[in-house]
């Protein structure tokens, strides 16, 4: 077995494998041996696929990151002949007959897929814990709480050193926020820089994108190569970069402009540890020759929360629709929150989805005025640390309540309520910052920043810091990454091994 496994990213993994210095198979058995330990804790990875992996070490592989262990999203990244839940009892047998572009792309460049990681159902939460799966998904730095979601599963896998690399993807902050909780890099990549298809042209209404969550810079900047380009028939079609994001990465930044703001753009609570991420970010950029001061985009952040959840109602709706054509599932084989969702998305009208879409460009406007001043736009990537698991479930009443409504339909007396506006702040209160990104477009990315206890003798937890960029500047993100990675080093902290922590 390959003992120094998790001491490499999968950049150096792949060049130890170049220069013949260990085999895949041997990447392989180090991988699987480190699931084995680690995941019956975690709940990482909830779909093995073992043989599939042993048998594609046998063949000759090819491509940058040949030999390379790594693991797919439960979400958005199908593998033909291997089940996509996506987090759903319904969809538990569902098996895709081709390969997403996103795998396509991963398998030409020699990696070894070897599993599929965790996901909340349809990706619709900051929390990793689906009904579909006996366990939920844990953060190995503390097995008490979620690791953050959707890509929760990928972020503890590489966390835990399972993989030094995992796909993700992000449609209102799922690679960075859990990237944030997991002391992790992650970028999301502009709207159109990565596939989406062929089984859809685009997803929630463009505001997803698919990468990884990574260890380090280079792995990312690597992975954005192999992932960027579109297919013939994609929806957007965005420029290349001049030069390879390899290549970015040996050149300085030189002095960025950078705006910062802490305050939560919904008025809501931001804790003190990651006002202070931010500072500490901000005095790091300084010292590093960076201009930075108090700024923000003239956004109004409760219409930008609202038209969101506009979309996300509606795309739960939609959903659950093709998850029940697809398996012919009851709508009881759904989680409650899910079919309380979707009756609100039945409930709102065209017209209304329609009138909330566009405020998204209001907002593109908005936070391109911004950087007509600034390169960047520095927050705190969550406004809470992660949460204890069962923290945010909901209460017996309001789960007979909610079964109530369903019952007789009355989607229109939620929306009237007033219960609708208290979801929203509970869905995102603690991730207020990352929907931005998403709806305009933007590439984001979120840098790990600062670890510190919210409790008394509780472990240190990490907690990341967030950077926009204008459209089509991930270039811009990575340079900047590279060179706090380099004043700041954070792949050296690792979280304690799960087998001797306890679940609190």
Not at 429 to 447: I, K, Y
Request: hydrophobic share 40%.
């Amino acid at each position: 077995m390959f003992h120094e496994y998790i001491q490499y990213d999968a950049t150096g993994l792949a060049s130890l494998v170049a220069r013949g210095e260990v085999n895949p198979a041997e990447l392989l058995e180090a991988a699987l041996a480190r699931m084995a330990a680690l995941d019956p804790d975690l709940g990482a990875v909830c779909l093995p696929m073992e043989a599939i992996a042993r048998q594609r070490v046998q063949q000759p592989l090819q491509g940058s990151f040949a030999g390379v262990p790594f693991l797919l999203k439960d979400m958005g990244q199908d593998y033909a002949g291997v089940p996509s839940t996506q987090g759903c009892r319904a969809l538990r047998h569902w098996i895709p007959e081709r390969h997403d572009h996103f795998v396509e792309r991963v398998l030409d460049a020699g990696l070894v897929v070897f599993g599929r990681t965790a996901t909340p159902e349809f990706a619709l939460k900051a929390e990793t814990a689906p009904a579909i799966w006996e366990h939920p998904t844990r953060n190995p730095w503390d097995l008490s709480r979620t690791p953050g979601g959707s890509s929760g599963g990928a972020a503890a896998a590489v966390a835990a050193g399972i993989v030094p690399v995992a796909g993700a993807s992000d449609g209102g902050g799922s690679i960075r926020i859990p990237s944030a909780w997991c002391g992790l890099f992650g970028l999301r990549p502009s709207r159109g820089r990565t596939p989406i298809g062929p089984h859809a042209g685009e997803h929630w209404e463009g505001a997803t994108s698919q990468h990884v969550i990574s260890r380090s810079v280079r792995d990312s900047a690597r992975l954005l190569d192999v992932l960027a380009g579109s297919h013939v028939g994609d929806p957007f079609v965005i420029a290349p970069p001049s030069s390879s994001y390899v290549h970015a990465l040996h050149r300085p930044p030189g002095r960025l402009r950078i705006g910062f703001c802490t305050r939560s753009p919904l008025g809501t609570p931001v804790h003190p540890s990651c006002v202070a991420a931010v500072e500490e970010a901000a005095n790091l950029l300084e010292s590093l020759g960076h201009a930075v001061e108090p700024a923000e985009p003239s956004i109004d952040g409760h219409a930008l929360a609202r038209s969101y959840i506009t979309m996300y109602f509606g795309q739960v709706a939609a959903a659950v629709e093709r998850a029940q054509r697809l398996s012919g599932a009851r709508e009881s084989a759904f989680e409650l929150e899910t079919r309380v969702l979707a009756l609100l998305g039945r409930t709102i009208s065209a017209g209304e989805y329609v009138s909330r879409h566009l405020e998204w460009n209001t907002c593109a406007r908005a936070l391109g005025a911004f950087f007509e001043g600034y390169d960047l736009y520095l927050t705190p990537t969550t406004a809470q640390p992660p949460h204890h698991l069962g923290e945010l479930d909901t209460p017996p009443m309001q789960r007979l309540l909610a079964r109530a409504v369903l019952a007789c339909g009355a989607g229109r007396l939620l929306m009237i309520s007033g219960m609708v506006d208290e979801l929203v702040e509970k869905s995102l209160s603690r991730v207020p910052f990352t929907q931005l990104a998403n709806l305009t477009g933007t590439p984001a990315m979120s840098v790990p920043m600062l670890w510190h206890a919210v409790e008394k003798d509780g472990p240190s937890l990490p907690f990341g810091v967030q950077f926009v960029a204008r459209f089509g500047a991930e270039n811009t993100l990575l340079q900047l990454a590279a060179q706090l990675e380099l004043a700041h080093p954070w792949a050296h902290r690792r979280p304690p091994d799960p087998r001797r922590a306890s679940h609190g």
